[in-house]
């Protein structure tokens, strides 16, 4: 039956990290249904993490004034076996049902159970796998059970050629010192640890190892990083807001190891198998996004009225910002030391 399906529709509109959580089941999609053309529905933004991939077809992009009725005739020109709504927020469940398919498919996303979570306190969610696996839960109703596969980027040649010839314009000719990636930035600032934290975490990681240090980002996190680089005295780096993301993750590849909050490079560096040391606050790991890699230590403290809420807010509704200033800098530089020193033996 699966060789049989010809024309398969995922839908994923945004954003960084979920997008890449989703290749999993692209992965499994294409084992499984060799003969079907997979078509990916994105923002354009973010179009570039799917263009490389070998289990994508074709990229369709959702452009950010489009109307709906627009994009709907254009999904209606292809007749789909098979819809997939990976997103499952109003404007992707119109299109999934506007689309011409034989079978719907969509995740659980498990709304209410998250919200009596961080309502009510009642943890519904111990059980629950992580988000990758509940993306690929659909498919058993296609007979496809096989185990997951591991969260994967491809990156284009042409990034890695610009990087290359980035960092040798940028630092001196013939250092050869290894790369401390730090990313202090996330979407909502209740998610983000404190700059001078990381600052001294950089620092020291970087005098030990004998390593350089690059901040990543996009320009929304130029500040936080300036802030970062004033207090540092080791050799640095400022790429944020310079880089495509297909750049980024040509440059994050390089690196040993990236200490970031809970943000789409932190599942960046999962899917280039980069080691990273990620630091949560206001969400928690039974929402399904802590890092899936072996190299991977997700760091938080506990405190009572943690989750405040499902995907962070602009600021911390008691004030205090307790789940981010309990997280210290030894222990993050603890976790960081035993990665890097995992990676170099």
Same mark, same amino acid.
């Given at each position: 039956?699966?060789?049989?399906?010809?024309?398969?529709?995922?839908?994923?509109l945004?954003?960084?990290?979920?997008?890449?959580?989703?290749?999993?089941?692209?992965?499994?999609?294409?084992?499984?249904?060799?003969?079907?053309?997979?078509?990916?529905?994105?923002?354009?933004?973010?179009?570039?993490?799917?263009?490389?991939?070998?289990?994508?077809?074709?990229?369709?992009?959702?452009?950010?004034?489009?109307?709906?009725?627009?994009?709907?005739?254009?999904?209606?020109?292809?007749?789909?076996?098979?819809?997939?709504?990976?997103?499952?927020?109003?404007?992707?469940?119109?299109?999934?049902?506007?689309v011409?398919?034989?079978?719907?498919?969509?995740?659980?996303?498990?709304?209410?159970?998250?919200?009596?979570?961080v309502?009510?306190?009642?943890?519904?969610?111990?059980? $629950?796998?992580p988000? %990758? !696996?509940?993306?690929? @839960?659909?498919?058993?109703? /296609?007979?496809? &059970?096989? *185990?997951?596969?591991?969260?994967? $980027?491809?990156?284009? %040649? !042409?990034?890695?050629? @610009?990087?290359?010839?980035y /960092?040798?314009? &940028?630092f *001196?000719?013939?250092?050869k010192?290894?790369?401390?990636?730090? !990313?202090?930035?996330?979407?909502?600032?209740?998610?983000?640890?404190?700059?001078?934290?990381?600052?001294?975490?950089?620092?020291?990681?970087?005098?030990?190892?004998?390593?350089?240090?690059?901040?990543?980002?996009?320009?929304?996190?130029?500040?936080?990083?300036?802030?970062?680089?004033?207090?540092?005295?080791?050799?640095?780096?400022?790429?944020?807001?310079?880089?495509?993301?297909?750049?980024?993750?040509?440059?994050?590849?390089?690196?040993?190891?990236?200490?970031?909050?809970?943000?789409?490079?932190?599942?960046?560096?999962?899917?280039?198998?980069?080691?990273?040391?990620?630091?949560?606050g206001?969400?928690?790991?039974?929402?399904?996004?802590?890092?899936?890699?072996?190299?991977?230590?997700?760091?938080?403290?506990?405190?009572?009225?943690?989750?405040?809420?499902?995907?962070?807010?602009?600021?911390?509704?008691?004030?205090?910002?307790?789940?981010?200033?309990?997280?210290?800098?030894?222990?993050?530089?603890?976790?960081?030391?035993?990665?890097?020193?995992?990676?170099?033996?």
């Open positions: 039956m699966l060789e049989q399906l010809r024309h398969i529709l995922v839908i994923r945004s954003s960084l990290g979920d997008i890449l959580l989703t290749t999993p089941v692209l992965r499994l999609l294409r084992s499984h249904c060799p003969n079907a053309r997979i078509d990916v529905l994105v923002r354009a933004t973010y179009q570039d993490l799917l263009l490389a991939h070998p289990c994508v077809d074709r990229v369709i992009l959702m452009p950010e004034c489009q109307s709906m009725i627009t994009m709907l005739r254009t999904l209606r020109q292809t007749h789909y076996d098979v819809v997939l709504d990976l997103h499952r927020t109003l404007r992707s469940r119109l299109l999934y049902w506007g011409v398919a034989r079978r719907r498919l969509a995740y659980n996303k498990y709304t209410w159970r998250r919200a009596l979570l309502y009510g306190r009642w943890n519904t969610l111990q059980a $629950m796998p988000i %990758p !696996a509940r993306y690929a @839960a659909p498919l058993r109703r /296609l007979g496809i &059970t096989a *185990p997951l596969p591991n969260v994967s $980027m491809e990156l284009d %040649p !042409a990034s890695a050629v @610009a990087i290359q010839d /960092l040798a314009q &940028t *001196p000719p013939g250092l010192q290894p790369l401390l990636a730090v !990313a202090p930035g996330a979407v909502w600032p209740t998610k983000r640890w404190l700059s001078d934290r990381f600052a001294g975490v950089a620092e020291e990681l970087a005098r030990q190892h004998n390593a350089a240090v690059v901040l990543l980002g996009d320009a929304g996190d130029t500040g936080l990083a300036r802030t970062i680089c004033r207090q540092l005295r080791v050799p640095m780096l400022d790429c944020t807001g310079q880089l495509s993301l297909m750049q980024t993750a040509a440059l994050l590849q390089r690196c040993q190891l990236l200490l970031c909050n809970d943000s789409g490079l932190m599942h960046m560096a999962t899917a280039l198998q980069v080691p990273v040391v990620a630091i949560f206001p969400t928690v790991q039974e929402f399904g996004f802590y890092p899936m890699h072996m190299q991977a230590l997700a760091l938080s403290h506990s405190v009572a009225c943690r989750p405040c809420s499902t995907k962070g807010s602009m600021r911390c509704p008691r004030g205090h910002h307790e789940c981010m200033q309990r997280v210290t800098t030894k222990q993050v530089l603890t976790a960081a030391m035993q990665l890097w020193e995992g990676v170099s033996g």
